[in-house]
Protein backbone atom coordinates (compact mmCIF):
# COMPACT_ATOMS: atom_id res chain seq x y z
CA UNK A 1 0.00 0.00 0.00
CA UNK A 2 2.72 2.22 1.17
CA UNK A 3 4.57 1.58 -1.87
CA UNK A 4 1.73 1.67 -4.42
CA UNK A 5 1.33 5.92 -2.73
CA UNK A 6 5.07 6.46 -3.24
CA UNK A 7 5.51 5.57 -6.93
CA UNK A 8 2.00 6.83 -7.68
CA UNK A 9 3.61 9.93 -5.82
CA UNK A 10 6.50 10.22 -7.90
CA UNK A 11 4.32 9.64 -10.83
CA UNK A 12 2.03 12.31 -10.34
CA UNK A 13 5.07 14.55 -9.39
CA UNK A 14 6.23 14.40 -12.61
CA UNK A 15 3.31 15.55 -14.35
CA UNK A 16 3.32 18.46 -11.26
CA UNK A 17 6.85 19.42 -13.30
CA UNK A 18 5.74 19.15 -16.68
CA UNK A 19 3.18 21.45 -16.07
CA UNK A 20 5.52 24.20 -14.56
CA UNK A 21 8.21 23.83 -17.14
CA UNK A 22 5.55 24.42 -19.76
CA UNK A 23 4.26 27.56 -17.34
CA UNK A 24 7.70 28.84 -16.90
CA UNK A 25 9.04 27.54 -20.83
CA UNK A 26 11.85 29.52 -20.94
CA UNK A 27 13.87 27.31 -23.12
CA UNK A 28 17.40 26.75 -22.15
CA UNK A 29 19.26 29.94 -21.13
CA UNK A 30 22.43 28.80 -22.79
CA UNK A 31 20.72 29.51 -26.31
CA UNK A 32 19.94 33.05 -25.43
CA UNK A 33 22.19 35.73 -26.46
CA UNK A 34 21.75 38.17 -24.70
CA UNK A 35 24.85 37.81 -22.28
CA UNK A 36 26.97 35.76 -25.28
CA UNK A 37 29.54 38.92 -25.80
CA UNK A 38 29.99 39.22 -22.13
CA UNK A 39 31.17 36.07 -21.67
CA UNK A 40 33.27 35.43 -24.44
CA UNK A 41 34.89 38.77 -23.23
CA UNK A 42 35.38 37.77 -19.93
CA UNK A 43 36.47 34.36 -20.71
CA UNK A 44 39.15 35.34 -23.02
CA UNK A 45 40.33 38.13 -20.26
CA UNK A 46 40.32 35.29 -17.43
CA UNK A 47 41.72 32.32 -19.33
CA UNK A 48 44.09 34.58 -20.69
CA UNK A 49 45.41 36.09 -17.55
CA UNK A 50 45.09 32.82 -16.03
CA UNK A 51 47.69 31.27 -19.07
CA UNK A 52 50.16 33.79 -18.98
CA UNK A 53 50.42 33.85 -15.26
CA UNK A 54 50.50 30.26 -15.28
CA UNK A 55 52.86 29.65 -18.24
CA UNK A 56 55.34 32.80 -17.19
CA UNK A 57 55.61 32.56 -13.50
CA UNK A 58 54.03 29.04 -11.97
CA UNK A 59 54.54 26.76 -14.05
CA UNK A 60 58.31 27.44 -14.81
CA UNK A 61 58.43 27.28 -11.30
CA UNK A 62 57.38 23.84 -10.57
CA UNK A 63 59.21 22.19 -13.42
CA UNK A 64 62.50 24.27 -11.70
CA UNK A 65 61.15 22.36 -8.14
CA UNK A 66 60.81 19.11 -9.74
CA UNK A 67 63.90 18.93 -11.86
CA UNK A 68 66.16 20.07 -8.66
CA UNK A 69 64.38 17.54 -6.79
CA UNK A 70 65.18 14.66 -9.22
CA UNK A 71 68.79 16.04 -9.06
CA UNK A 72 68.89 16.61 -5.51
CA UNK A 73 67.98 12.76 -4.62
CA UNK A 74 70.18 11.54 -7.59
CA UNK A 75 73.19 13.47 -5.73
CA UNK A 76 72.35 12.31 -2.37
CA UNK A 77 71.91 8.60 -3.89
CA UNK A 78 75.42 9.76 -5.58
CA UNK A 79 76.79 11.00 -2.12
CA UNK A 80 75.59 7.46 -0.18
CA UNK A 81 77.06 5.52 -2.59
CA UNK A 82 80.26 7.02 -2.49
CA UNK A 83 80.36 7.45 1.95
CA UNK A 84 79.74 3.57 1.42
CA UNK A 85 82.56 2.78 -0.32
CA UNK A 86 84.40 5.00 1.58
CA UNK A 87 83.56 3.34 4.90
CA UNK A 88 84.06 0.48 3.12
CA UNK A 89 87.85 1.05 2.41
CA UNK A 90 88.55 2.52 5.53
CA UNK A 91 86.94 -0.57 7.18
CA UNK A 92 89.40 -2.34 4.99
CA UNK A 93 92.34 -0.49 5.71
CA UNK A 94 91.39 -0.81 9.54
CA UNK A 95 91.52 -4.40 9.01
CA UNK A 96 94.62 -4.40 7.54
CA UNK A 97 96.50 -2.51 10.38
CA UNK A 98 95.10 -4.86 12.77
CA UNK A 99 96.49 -7.42 10.58
CA UNK A 100 99.30 -5.88 10.29
CA UNK A 101 100.19 -4.56 13.68
CA UNK A 102 99.10 -8.28 15.43
CA UNK A 103 102.00 -9.82 12.92
CA UNK A 104 104.19 -7.26 14.20
CA UNK A 105 103.40 -7.65 17.74
CA UNK A 106 104.46 -11.46 17.55
CA UNK A 107 107.69 -10.95 15.57
CA UNK A 108 108.16 -8.38 18.38
CA UNK A 109 107.32 -11.02 20.78
CA UNK A 110 109.69 -13.48 19.37
CA UNK A 111 112.54 -11.18 18.90
CA UNK A 112 112.52 -10.63 22.31
CA UNK A 113 111.58 -13.66 23.69
CA UNK A 114 115.03 -14.87 21.64
CA UNK A 115 117.50 -11.74 22.47
CA UNK A 116 116.02 -12.68 26.52
CA UNK A 117 116.87 -16.34 25.85
CA UNK A 118 120.39 -15.15 24.66
CA UNK A 119 121.10 -13.36 27.10
CA UNK A 120 120.01 -15.94 29.34
CA UNK A 121 122.39 -18.12 28.55
CA UNK A 122 124.98 -15.79 27.73
CA UNK A 123 124.81 -15.05 31.71
CA UNK A 124 124.48 -18.68 32.26
CA UNK A 125 127.74 -19.68 30.75
CA UNK A 126 129.81 -16.78 32.31
CA UNK A 127 128.22 -17.66 35.63
CA UNK A 128 129.07 -21.55 34.97
CA UNK A 129 132.75 -20.53 33.95
CA UNK A 130 132.83 -18.23 37.19
CA UNK A 131 131.55 -21.08 39.29
CA UNK A 132 133.94 -23.77 37.52
CA UNK A 133 136.97 -21.20 38.04
CA UNK A 134 135.80 -20.76 41.78
CA UNK A 135 135.64 -24.60 42.22
CA UNK A 136 138.87 -25.62 40.81
CA UNK A 137 140.56 -22.62 42.83
CA UNK A 138 138.72 -24.49 45.88
CA UNK A 139 140.09 -28.11 44.88
CA UNK A 140 143.31 -26.61 44.05
CA UNK A 141 143.39 -25.27 47.48
CA UNK A 142 141.72 -27.86 49.16
CA UNK A 143 144.51 -29.95 47.13
CA UNK A 144 147.72 -28.17 48.59
CA UNK A 145 146.04 -27.79 52.55
CA UNK A 146 146.02 -31.64 52.52
CA UNK A 147 149.51 -32.25 50.70
CA UNK A 148 150.67 -29.95 53.60
CA UNK A 149 148.77 -31.34 56.39
CA UNK A 150 150.66 -33.90 57.09
CA UNK A 151 154.32 -32.58 57.66
CA UNK A 152 152.38 -29.54 59.75
CA UNK A 153 150.47 -32.60 61.58
CA UNK A 154 153.81 -34.05 62.36
CA UNK A 155 155.26 -30.78 63.28
CA UNK A 156 152.32 -30.44 65.75
CA UNK A 157 152.50 -34.19 67.18
CA UNK A 158 156.53 -33.68 67.65
CA UNK A 159 155.88 -30.48 69.39
CA UNK A 160 152.96 -31.86 71.83
CA UNK A 161 154.63 -35.85 72.32
CA UNK A 162 158.27 -33.28 73.22
CA UNK A 163 156.18 -31.06 75.50
CA UNK A 164 154.51 -34.08 77.41
CA UNK A 165 157.61 -36.05 77.22
CA UNK A 166 158.83 -32.92 78.83
CA UNK A 167 156.46 -33.36 81.47
CA UNK A 168 156.34 -36.75 82.30
CA UNK A 169 160.22 -37.48 82.45
CA UNK A 170 160.81 -33.92 83.41
CA UNK A 171 164.11 -33.53 81.21
CA UNK A 172 163.91 -32.57 77.43
CA UNK A 173 164.25 -35.23 74.55
CA UNK A 174 166.05 -34.76 71.71
CA UNK A 175 163.75 -33.66 69.38
CA UNK A 176 165.35 -35.27 66.49
CA UNK A 177 164.57 -38.67 67.96
CA UNK A 178 160.85 -37.74 68.52
CA UNK A 179 160.45 -36.52 64.84
CA UNK A 180 161.99 -39.81 63.71
CA UNK A 181 159.32 -41.89 65.53
CA UNK A 182 156.33 -39.65 64.26
CA UNK A 183 157.64 -39.99 60.60
CA UNK A 184 157.85 -43.53 60.95
CA UNK A 185 154.45 -43.67 62.62
CA UNK A 186 152.49 -41.12 60.40
CA UNK A 187 154.03 -43.04 57.23
CA UNK A 188 152.57 -46.31 58.60
CA UNK A 189 148.95 -44.68 59.56
CA UNK A 190 149.50 -41.95 56.78
CA UNK A 191 146.67 -43.99 54.84
CA UNK A 192 143.92 -44.63 57.94
CA UNK A 193 144.45 -41.11 59.08
CA UNK A 194 143.91 -39.12 55.45
CA UNK A 195 141.93 -42.06 53.44
CA UNK A 196 144.13 -41.61 50.31
CA UNK B 1 15.02 30.30 -9.65
CA UNK B 2 12.34 27.96 -7.90
CA UNK B 3 11.22 25.01 -9.26
CA UNK B 4 12.46 24.81 -12.89
CA UNK B 5 15.97 22.98 -13.55
CA UNK B 6 16.59 25.17 -16.06
CA UNK B 7 16.73 28.24 -14.17
CA UNK B 8 20.28 27.40 -12.67
CA UNK B 9 21.73 28.47 -15.62
CA UNK B 10 20.36 31.81 -15.89
CA UNK B 11 23.07 34.49 -16.63
CA UNK B 12 22.40 37.63 -14.74
CA UNK B 13 23.89 41.12 -14.39
CA UNK B 14 25.94 42.02 -11.47
CA UNK B 15 26.89 45.33 -11.29
CA UNK B 16 26.03 48.10 -13.58
CA UNK B 17 25.57 47.21 -17.74
CA UNK B 18 29.02 48.02 -19.32
CA UNK B 19 28.86 48.75 -22.81
CA UNK B 20 32.04 48.73 -25.27
CA UNK B 21 30.66 50.13 -28.34
CA UNK B 22 27.23 48.14 -29.52
CA UNK B 23 28.51 45.35 -26.81
CA UNK B 24 27.34 44.88 -23.38
CA UNK B 25 30.44 42.94 -21.38
CA UNK B 26 28.95 43.75 -18.25
CA UNK B 27 30.02 41.85 -15.19
CA UNK B 28 27.69 38.68 -14.87
CA UNK B 29 27.69 35.85 -12.83
CA UNK B 30 29.40 33.60 -14.93
CA UNK B 31 32.15 36.09 -15.10
CA UNK B 32 32.46 36.11 -11.66
CA UNK B 33 32.52 31.80 -11.46
CA UNK B 34 35.52 32.63 -14.06
CA UNK B 35 37.44 34.78 -12.01
CA UNK B 36 37.00 32.82 -8.62
CA UNK B 37 37.95 29.55 -10.41
CA UNK B 38 41.16 31.34 -12.06
CA UNK B 39 41.93 33.20 -9.06
CA UNK B 40 41.08 29.94 -6.78
CA UNK B 41 43.58 27.73 -9.71
CA UNK B 42 46.77 30.95 -9.54
CA UNK B 43 45.93 30.94 -5.80
CA UNK B 44 46.70 26.94 -5.78
CA UNK B 45 49.63 26.41 -7.96
CA UNK B 46 51.01 29.75 -6.71
CA UNK B 47 50.86 28.40 -2.71
CA UNK B 48 51.98 25.16 -4.66
CA UNK B 49 55.59 26.16 -6.52
CA UNK B 50 56.38 29.04 -3.67
CA UNK B 51 58.61 26.77 -1.31
CA UNK B 52 60.70 24.00 -3.14
CA UNK B 53 61.32 21.63 -0.30
CA UNK B 54 62.74 17.95 -0.95
CA UNK B 55 59.56 16.71 1.06
CA UNK B 56 56.74 18.33 -0.50
CA UNK B 57 53.65 19.63 1.61
CA UNK B 58 50.43 19.21 0.63
CA UNK B 59 49.68 22.25 -1.54
CA UNK B 60 53.52 21.57 -3.13
CA UNK B 61 52.06 18.03 -3.65
CA UNK B 62 48.91 18.66 -5.06
CA UNK B 63 51.37 21.09 -7.64
CA UNK B 64 53.43 18.73 -9.16
CA UNK B 65 51.38 15.82 -9.25
CA UNK B 66 49.12 17.76 -11.15
CA UNK B 67 51.76 19.17 -13.26
CA UNK B 68 53.01 15.78 -13.56
CA UNK B 69 49.69 14.33 -14.26
CA UNK B 70 48.97 16.72 -17.37
CA UNK B 71 52.88 16.43 -18.50
CA UNK B 72 52.08 12.29 -18.74
CA UNK B 73 49.09 12.57 -20.31
CA UNK B 74 50.32 15.42 -22.98
CA UNK B 75 53.54 13.30 -23.79
CA UNK B 76 51.31 9.45 -23.94
CA UNK B 77 49.12 11.14 -26.21
CA UNK B 78 50.99 14.20 -28.60
CA UNK B 79 54.50 12.91 -27.90
CA UNK B 80 58.39 15.24 -26.96
CA UNK B 81 56.74 17.98 -29.97
CA UNK B 82 53.69 18.87 -27.82
CA UNK B 83 55.89 20.39 -24.99
CA UNK B 84 55.62 23.98 -26.53
CA UNK B 85 51.71 23.47 -25.74
CA UNK B 86 52.13 21.97 -22.22
CA UNK B 87 51.23 25.53 -20.50
CA UNK B 88 47.62 26.05 -23.02
CA UNK B 89 47.07 22.21 -22.23
CA UNK B 90 47.45 22.50 -18.62
CA UNK B 91 45.69 26.09 -18.19
CA UNK B 92 42.81 24.70 -20.58
CA UNK B 93 42.66 21.45 -17.82
CA UNK B 94 42.70 23.33 -14.65
CA UNK B 95 40.76 25.90 -16.26
CA UNK B 96 37.51 23.51 -16.99
CA UNK B 97 38.29 21.21 -14.07
CA UNK B 98 37.79 23.98 -11.43
CA UNK B 99 34.87 25.63 -13.41
CA UNK B 100 33.26 21.96 -13.47
CA UNK B 101 33.92 21.53 -9.86
CA UNK B 102 32.99 25.07 -8.40
CA UNK B 103 29.81 23.87 -10.41
CA UNK B 104 29.11 21.48 -8.52
CA UNK B 105 28.84 23.45 -4.93
CA UNK B 106 24.81 23.80 -4.52
CA UNK B 107 24.12 27.86 -5.59
CA UNK B 108 26.94 28.53 -7.61
CA UNK B 109 26.52 29.05 -11.53
CA UNK B 110 28.53 26.59 -13.92
CA UNK B 111 30.22 28.45 -16.32
CA UNK B 112 31.13 25.28 -18.24
CA UNK B 113 27.26 24.63 -18.85
CA UNK B 114 27.27 27.44 -21.17
CA UNK B 115 27.55 26.35 -24.81
CA UNK B 116 29.38 29.84 -25.84
CA UNK B 117 32.03 29.33 -23.72
CA UNK B 118 32.72 25.32 -24.16
CA UNK B 119 32.41 26.81 -28.17
CA UNK B 120 35.12 29.38 -27.85
CA UNK B 121 37.45 27.28 -25.80
CA UNK B 122 37.00 24.84 -28.36
CA UNK B 123 37.20 26.32 -31.71
CA UNK B 124 39.93 28.54 -30.43
CA UNK B 125 41.81 25.07 -30.33
CA UNK B 126 40.31 23.82 -33.78
CA UNK B 127 41.55 27.19 -35.06
CA UNK B 128 45.22 26.87 -33.16
CA UNK B 129 45.41 23.42 -34.36
CA UNK B 130 44.60 23.92 -37.79
CA UNK B 131 46.99 26.65 -37.67
CA UNK B 132 49.97 24.50 -36.04
CA UNK B 133 48.87 22.13 -39.02
CA UNK B 134 49.45 23.89 -41.97
CA UNK B 135 52.86 25.37 -40.14
CA UNK B 136 54.27 22.66 -39.45
CA UNK B 137 53.17 20.28 -42.73
CA UNK B 138 52.41 23.65 -45.23
CA UNK B 139 49.93 22.03 -47.56
CA UNK B 140 50.84 18.35 -47.01
CA UNK B 141 48.78 18.83 -44.02
CA UNK B 142 44.92 18.37 -45.52
CA UNK B 143 47.10 14.72 -46.27
CA UNK B 144 45.22 14.24 -43.11
CA UNK B 145 41.78 14.15 -45.37
CA UNK B 146 43.15 11.45 -47.33
CA UNK B 147 44.42 7.93 -44.70
CA UNK B 148 46.48 5.82 -46.94
CA UNK B 149 45.59 2.06 -47.65
CA UNK B 150 42.23 2.99 -48.83
CA UNK B 151 40.67 1.50 -52.32
CA UNK B 152 40.59 4.45 -54.62
CA UNK B 153 36.59 3.75 -55.41
CA UNK B 154 36.24 4.82 -52.09
CA UNK B 155 38.80 7.74 -51.31
CA UNK B 156 35.48 10.78 -52.54
CA UNK B 157 33.66 9.24 -49.95
CA UNK B 158 36.28 8.82 -47.47
CA UNK B 159 37.48 12.19 -48.25
CA UNK B 160 34.22 13.97 -47.78
CA UNK B 161 34.16 12.12 -44.34
CA UNK B 162 36.99 12.68 -43.13
CA UNK B 163 36.19 16.74 -43.52
CA UNK B 164 33.13 16.48 -42.29
CA UNK B 165 34.50 14.73 -39.19
CA UNK B 166 37.31 17.26 -39.01
CA UNK B 167 34.82 20.47 -39.27
CA UNK B 168 32.83 19.02 -36.62
CA UNK B 169 35.51 18.56 -33.78
CA UNK B 170 34.67 22.43 -32.18
CA UNK B 171 31.19 21.35 -32.31
CA UNK B 172 31.59 17.66 -30.58
CA UNK B 173 34.13 18.96 -28.69
CA UNK B 174 32.04 21.92 -26.91
CA UNK B 175 28.55 20.39 -27.26
CA UNK B 176 30.35 17.04 -25.18
CA UNK B 177 31.12 19.19 -22.34
CA UNK B 178 28.52 21.77 -22.29
CA UNK B 179 26.17 18.89 -22.67
CA UNK B 180 26.78 17.02 -20.26
CA UNK B 181 27.27 19.63 -17.45
CA UNK B 182 23.99 20.73 -18.27
CA UNK B 183 22.18 17.51 -17.96
CA UNK B 184 24.24 16.81 -14.94
CA UNK B 185 22.92 19.52 -13.03
CA UNK B 186 19.39 19.52 -14.74
CA UNK B 187 19.27 15.86 -13.55
CA UNK B 188 20.39 17.01 -9.66
CA UNK B 189 18.17 19.54 -10.07
CA UNK B 190 15.26 17.81 -11.26
CA UNK B 191 16.00 15.02 -8.30
CA UNK B 192 16.10 17.79 -5.69
CA UNK B 193 13.18 19.02 -6.36
CA UNK B 194 11.60 15.79 -6.02
CA UNK B 195 12.53 15.38 -2.41
CA UNK B 196 10.86 18.56 -1.22
CA UNK B 197 7.77 18.02 -3.75
CA UNK B 198 7.79 14.52 -2.59
CA UNK B 199 8.35 15.55 1.51
CA UNK B 200 9.06 13.13 4.39
CA UNK B 201 7.47 10.44 3.04
CA UNK B 202 8.62 10.13 -0.42
CA UNK B 203 11.45 12.34 -0.21
CA UNK B 204 14.25 9.67 0.74
CA UNK B 205 14.15 7.70 -2.69
CA UNK B 206 15.06 10.89 -4.55
CA UNK B 207 17.60 11.94 -1.68
CA UNK B 208 19.08 8.91 -1.71
CA UNK B 209 19.53 9.47 -5.99
CA UNK B 210 20.32 12.76 -5.20
CA UNK B 211 23.74 11.66 -2.94
CA UNK B 212 24.06 9.13 -5.84
CA UNK B 213 24.15 11.29 -8.89
CA UNK B 214 26.35 14.06 -6.49
CA UNK B 215 29.04 11.83 -6.97
CA UNK B 216 28.78 10.30 -10.47
CA UNK B 217 28.56 14.47 -11.06
CA UNK B 218 31.66 15.21 -9.59
CA UNK B 219 33.13 12.47 -11.33
CA UNK B 220 31.94 13.49 -14.65
CA UNK B 221 33.04 17.01 -13.58
CA UNK B 222 36.57 15.43 -13.76
CA UNK B 223 36.11 13.35 -16.59
CA UNK B 224 34.72 15.72 -18.57
CA UNK B 225 37.75 17.86 -18.41
CA UNK B 226 39.95 14.84 -18.83
CA UNK B 227 38.37 14.46 -22.14
CA UNK B 228 38.30 18.19 -23.03
CA UNK B 229 42.12 18.12 -22.38
CA UNK B 230 43.09 14.33 -23.82
CA UNK B 231 40.82 15.19 -27.08
CA UNK B 232 42.72 18.59 -27.51
CA UNK B 233 46.12 16.85 -27.28
CA UNK B 234 45.24 14.13 -29.93
CA UNK B 235 43.72 16.71 -32.02
CA UNK B 236 47.61 18.56 -31.58
CA UNK B 237 48.88 15.32 -32.51
CA UNK B 238 47.05 15.14 -35.55
CA UNK B 239 48.30 18.56 -36.78
CA UNK B 240 52.31 18.14 -35.37
CA UNK B 241 52.72 14.27 -36.17
CA UNK B 242 50.67 13.48 -39.62
CA UNK B 243 50.15 9.94 -39.44
CA UNK B 244 47.91 9.22 -42.51
Redesign the interface.
Known amino acids: MIKK??FQ??FF?FL??KE??AA?S???????P???????????L??G???V???K???P??????E??KS??LENIEAAEKQREDSDAKLKEYDEVILKSKSEAKTIFNQTREKALKDIMAKKEVLDQQIDDEINKAEKEIEALRVSAPDKINKIAIETSSELLEKLIGSGVNSSSISAIVDDLSKRNGDKYYGN | MAANPMSQFDVYRIGPEIKVGEFDISFTNASLFMIISTVSILLVFNLGSKRNSVLPNKMQLLAELSYTFVAKMISDTAGSKAKPYFAFIFSLFMFVLFCNMFGMIPYTFTVTSHIIVTFILASFIFIGVTIIGFIKHGFGYLKLFVPSGVPAVLLPLIVVIEIISYLSRPISLSVRLFANMMAGHTMMKVFGGFVISLGLVGGWLPLSFSVALTGLEILVAFLQAYVFAILTCIYLNDALNLHH
Open positions: IYSISFFAFEGGMPQLNEFWISQIFWLITFTMYVLSFILKISNNLSRQI
